[in-house]
């Protein structure tokens, strides 16, 4: 079974602090994708980055960064000099892809307040 | 990307009564999936819709309390039957972006209050 745990409920920082997200995930699937997502107060969710189990590589854009370790089962962001507009609750994802009917499971997500 | 429209935007339905969300796609889509976000919850996969077929439901969504329709490759259909407040929850249709990305596009979602 897939599994998704964002552990972190909340999160309160102050403009301008780094701050990292955490993702864990199961899958007995040798393919799979790992996705973020972020949902504003407006709520439409927002695609962030994709991963795919082959490609460990780590990913920056402008002050956002992915993390994937398969070792560890982890896919963590972290979003440098965070501002007030970083305010949203992220979901972590991940989709058995293909062999999994590209069906989705989604983490309980992680609330992010950023406080000028 | 696609861009995807649901109506309505939002409700407020009675008890006993039944609701249809239209989801519209300015693109032709081979998946679709039908997601439920109940308030301050994640999302949950109610069942996967593809066109000339029946919808797969996931664990603890049934066809007759979530009929939904695929007539064509840009357009589908969730209908909340026999709502309970419990029903209140956005309902968020979504498609696949590519079979090689795995990544899904989100309508703005259907807020739907039971009352």
């Known amino acids: 079974a897939q599994k998704v745990t964002q552990a972190q409920t909340e999160i309160s920082v102050v403009e301008k602090e780094d701050v990292t997200l955490d993702c864990v995930y199961e899958?007995?699937?040798?393919?799979?994708?790992l996705f973020w997502y972020k949902q504003p107060p407006s709520g439409e969710l927002v695609f962030l980055i994709r991963r795919n189990s082959f490609d460990e590589q780590n990913e920056i854009s402008g002050r956002y960064s992915w993390n994937f370790q398969k070792s560890t089962s982890s896919f963590n962001f972290t979003i440098t000099a965070s501002q007030v507009v970083d305010s949203a609750v992220y979901f972590c994802a991940l989709s058995g892809g293909w062999a999994g009917g590209f069906k989705t499971i989604f983490g309980a997500g992680t609330r992010l307040f950023v406080k000028a | 990307s696609a861009v995807i429209s649901q109506k309505p935007s939002r409700d407020i339905c009675q008890r006993g009564t039944s609701l249809t969300i239209q989801c519209q796609v300015d693109?032709?889509?081979?998946?679709m999936f039908w997601y439920r976000q109940q308030p301050g919850q994640s999302l949950t996969l109610i069942a996967t819709?593809?066109?000339?077929?029946?919808?797969?439901?996931e664990s603890g969504f049934v066809i007759d309390k979530f009929p939904i329709s695929r007539p064509n490759l840009t357009f589908s259909t969730l209908t909340v039957s026999n709502m309970s407040p419990e029903d209140s929850s956005i309902y968020l249709c979504?498609?696949?972006?590519?079979?090689?990305?795995?990544?899904?596009?989100f309508g703005e979602g259907s807020r739907l209050t039971v009352l």
């Open positions: 979504s498609v696949l972006a590519g079979l090689d990305t795995g990544e899904l596009f």
């Open positions: 693109s032709q889509v081979t998946m």
């Open positions: 819709a593809n066109q000339g077929s029946e919808a797969t439901y």
């Open positions: 899958t007995r699937d040798t393919t799979y994708y």
